[in-house]
């Protein structure tokens, strides 16, 4: 599963913010060195990058006024929401969370998956 500290840092650092959420750790982890994505995987990336954002930027102004519990319950609602979203572009949880930390630990990728959110179209906008 994704994991929000990664994906907070990550969306930070490209332009978009996420809410933290609780979200499962994945066991075991590719090592990210020596692991290459094709350009569609990143661009899938990017694409579910800027969904996730948007549906994160919808929960946060709920969870600033919930309760502990209705809390919990958004955060699982965006969980499912997310995860949806991760899915739709052809990731599973795992690979997006991989391909994140990747993003965040080597500045090739970083730069690859900056170039196409920056050709993704942001929801409410028209691209020219």
Same mark, same amino acid.
């Given at each position: 599963?994704?994991?929000?500290?990664?994906?907070?840092?990550?969306?930070?650092?490209?332009?978009?913010?996420?809410?933290?959420?609780?979200?499962?750790?994945?066991?075991?982890?590719?090592?990210?060195?020596? $692991? *290459?994505?094709?350009?569609? @995987?990143?661009?899938?990336? /990017?694409?579910?990058?800027? =969904? %996730?954002?948007?549906?994160?930027?919808?929960?946060?102004?709920?969870?600033?006024?919930?309760?502990?519990?209705?809390?919990?319950?958004?955060?699982?609602?965006?969980?499912?929401?997310?995860?949806?979203?991760?899915?739709?572009?052809?990731? $599973? *949880?795992?690979?997006?969370? @991989?391909?994140?930390?990747? /993003?965040?630990?080597?500045? =090739? %990728?970083?730069?690859?998956?900056?170039?196409?959110?920056?050709?993704?179209?942001?929801?409410?906008?028209?691209?020219?």
């Amino acid at each position: 599963m994704i994991r929000s500290t990664i994906m907070a840092a990550m969306l930070g650092l490209l332009g978009v913010a996420a809410i933290p959420m609780t979200w499962a750790q994945s066991e075991s982890a590719p090592t990210e060195q020596t $692991t *290459s994505y094709s350009d569609t @995987e990143l661009k899938s990336f /990017a694409a579910a990058a800027v =969904e %996730v954002h948007r549906i994160n930027s919808g929960y946060l102004p709920k969870m600033a006024e919930a309760s502990p519990d209705q809390q919990r319950a958004l955060e699982q609602q965006a969980l499912r929401e997310t995860t949806a979203a991760v899915e739709k572009q052809g990731l $599973t *949880s795992d690979k997006y969370d @991989e391909i994140l930390t990747a /993003a965040q630990t080597r500045p =090739e %990728v970083a730069t690859k998956v900056e170039q196409f959110l920056n050709k993704t179209p942001r929801p409410g906008t028209t691209q020219l």
